[in-house]
């Protein structure tokens, strides 16, 4: 209603009917409206208390699913055969009574922090007015809407896995490495995608270590607030080292020109599994995406909304 009154407006009070100024001018005009709406619309979802118990769903759910994938890597660390990745752990539920049902409720709690996070992004603020605080304001919003896509995308897959598919994750990825690299200039593109892999994996890796996640948990003092915090650090660190190693995994297809060595979670798994004493870095992944689960079910509780 208020953008249709403001177009109204700026057709009777813009500037003079034709030419090419005109259409400019009431194009920014109608950008400005929509951004205004949009953050509007953000801040309104941010404000709701339903909203934000949805949020938190969002990180519960994400912590099971750690959790799935924990324990299945510490399977194949012991000899055993599984998915070790996020595809591999929605199969798992669904392979338990109702687990349907489970699968839809947690793609509705990953796409409502999905939402969450996309709307952080667009609310973001510059702490001042020069070059380097607009970067950083751009910086949290790439972080943000990155967040918001994997959201998104991982109840996209609960989802489709309710629905009787069963993707394979490590296939996709080499399918998609297969198509990129047909494209036109597609071993730069392929080469970014790893390299902003593998740099987000640094960054968790980071996170753990500097436990700068503390930014964004109201941690309880006493030892309840010292185990989650000890939980974040293995975790990150863990989730960190993985993602390294599918980084690195698609660098690697980007040098050789194989799309065959691309791979997911379940690939960055197989290749610690075939390094000297694999089975035990494959067990010490394992237990940090158990660590990493468990602090995101803390997290659903103690998150910074």
């Avoid at 009431?26 to 509007?40: D, F, P, Q, S, Y």
């Avoid at 691309?262 to 010490?284: E, K």
Wanted: aromatic share 8%; proline share 3%; with cysteine.
């Amino acid at each position: 209603m208020g953008l249709r009154r403001l177009r109204h407006s700026v057709i009777l009070f813009g500037p003079s009917p034709g030419g090419r100024r005109e259409r400019a001018w009431r194009g920014r005009t109608l950008g400005r409206v929509m951004r205004t709406e949009a953050k509007r619309a953000a801040r309104a979802a941010e404000s709701s208390a339903t909203f934000r118990v949805l949020a938190r769903s969002g990180f519960a759910a994400n912590g099971l699913v750690h959790i799935l994938i924990g324990v299945i890597v510490l399977v194949a660390a012991l000899g055993g055969r599984g998915e070790s990745d996020q595809a591999g752990a929605f199969k798992a539920i669904a392979a338990a009574p109702l687990g349907f049902v489970v699968l839809w409720v947690i793609a509705v709690a990953l796409w409502a922090l999905a939402v969450w996070h996309f709307a952080e992004g667009l609310l973001a603020r510059a702490p001042g007015s020069d070059a380097t605080d607009v970067a950083k304001k751009w910086g949290l919003r790439v972080s943000e809407w990155g967040q918001a896509a994997v959201f998104a995308a991982l109840g996209a897959i609960s989802a489709a896995v309710a629905l009787g598919a069963r993707p394979d994750a490590d296939e996709a990825a080499q399918v998609t490495s297969r198509g990129v690299l047909s494209l036109p200039g597609g071993v730069f593109l392929l080469g970014a995608v790893g390299l902003g892999v593998l740099i987000a994996g640094i960054a968790f890796f980071v996170m753990g270590v500097r436990r700068s996640f503390r930014t964004k948990v109201e941690i309880p003092s006493g030892g309840l607030g010292r185990g989650i915090e000890a939980l974040g650090v293995v975790g990150f660190v863990a989730k960190g080292v993985a993602l390294a190693i599918i980084g690195v995994l698609l660098l690697i297809a980007t040098v050789r020109l194989d799309p065959d060595t691309a791979g997911g979670l379940d690939g960055a798994i197989d290749a610690l599994l075939a390094l000297p004493f694999g089975p035990v870095l494959a067990g010490i992944v394992g237990v940090g995406f158990l660590a990493y689960g468990v602090f995101c079910g803390f997290r659903a509780r103690y998150a910074k909304l």
